[in-house]
């Protein structure tokens, strides 16, 4: 591309905007199962000249004499411009993965189902002996790609690092996401040592309760899925229902999807189809996908509300906002404030006691449940987050330790995790960091609404309206900027502590 062909950041930025549609359109359609072969390579292909070194100057040197909003809307179009040079040179690589991923198939008692599909199985195995035994075909299955993943890893790695100028990858993240992620590991470190003793107590009561006496004294991962359904009470959270229930949920806050056509729906059951719930946003506040896989248990109600936060805000952003504001951010810890506030109603009693029929007593067992459901993730989080610090500063030595993972995530948690899963565990860009920075916001946010709208504030208008209001900021504030509006520091951990039980 020759520097005659630059665009404008006006025209880079529409162009961009028809680019990341159709990616997104792409993965929907490979996740949800309705394609079993992703073409995201030819996509790149045909937007070839969107994306150079030429473009990528020309946008940081507009950058540089910008201020103000001008400045930061310039900024992530040019880490936009880093990302699709990344994937211009790694797209076919990585379909060609994705692919040979898709086609795994794995045996299990006499049955052939695709590689997916037993990571979906995992959630609805009743027998302990039976999960373990899939959870271990499965991920034998999945870790003979990590050769494969650790090579597509280093090629990006190296491409980042030429294209931003920061060799280090964690002083690369931490200048996109503005803030130091020493520090916040620091601080989320010790919030779960704080909680140890608390986590400790509701581990054992909970791992009896949902795994019964067969189980391990640290049972696997292989085991997480199925408690996360608390599958001993499926009768009680019927898949049947999670939809009606969950937009009753929302209606008392005054959304109401179902009035919303610009929030598509996938709730379908498919064998291809991703287990992890997700939202993507092809082109908000127009078009926004909100993707679920029920399979019975409480899990089918939190993935619902968790995806209904995100496309809540996608869909809620102001239209007049420019297309950076509405769809790319420095990073996802803003948009995971809102899907982790929304999922906390699953957290108060009184909603199991309003909508199951629930007894108070039991309704309170309930939530505590869910509370040390919370607590499991968010010290699986903070582990995780350790372990990526450790694997990024060594990255470039020896490429890693997977044996770190399995320690550090078995301590924290108290649940066995296999060193073969670190690469297919490892989100890119620190995503850890985000989901981490948003469990300290949602929890400051969830006591700026006890103490502005009440205890109700889950079934209240007002905080639909609140909420709103947030909304319609898009992507452009970061969650720091949120935490100082709530009358936070961005580390205060204490209402996280109250919220996870210690």
Known sequence: MSSTSVLSPTEFQARLERYLFERSEE????????????????????????????????????????????????????????????????????????????????????EEMPLRNAQAQLAVLAAYVDREELGAIQADASAQFNGDRLALLRSSEELAAEYSGIDDAIARNEEEKDISLHDLSHALEQASDASTDAYAALRERWFARLLGDEREPVPSSYHTAWMRRLSPLESTYTKDRATEICLQTLEALGFDLKAQPNIKLDLDDRPQKSPRACVIASDPPKIVHLI????????????????????????????????????????HALTEIYSYIVEAISREPEWHELYFGLSPAQARENAEATTFLEALLYRRYEAKLRFELDFWSRFAGDGGDPGVYERLLTDATGVR???????????????????????IRSAQLRQHLVDQVGADWWRNPQTGELLSELFREGTKPTSEEIAARLGFEPLDTKPLLHEIGA
């Open 292 to 331: 679920t896989r029920a399979q019975g248990g409480l899990h089918d109600y939190q993935a619902f509300l968790h995806e209904a936060g995100h496309a809540l805000h996608y869909a809620g952003c102001d239209p007049a906002l420019p297309y950076v504001f509405r769809r790319i951010s420095r990073d």
């Open 417 to 439: 995790y296999r060193r073969e899963n670190y690469l297919s565990d490892m989100d890119a860009g620190f995503y850890s960091a985000d989901y981490l920075r948003a469990w």
């Open 27 to 110: 993965w929907r359609a490979v996740r949800v199962g309705e394609k079993e072969v992703s073409e995201q390579a030819e996509i790149v292909r045909r937007y070839a000249d969107l994306f150079s070194r030429d473009q990528l100057d020309a946008l940081q040197e507009v950058e540089e004499s910008a201020a103000g909003d001008d400045r930061e809307l310039l900024y992530r179009l040019r880490k936009s411009c880093e990302s699709g040079l990344i994937s211009s040179q790694l797209a076919e690589r990585e379909d060609e993965l994705e692919n040979r991923v898709l086609a795994t198939r794995v045996t299990f008692h006499g």
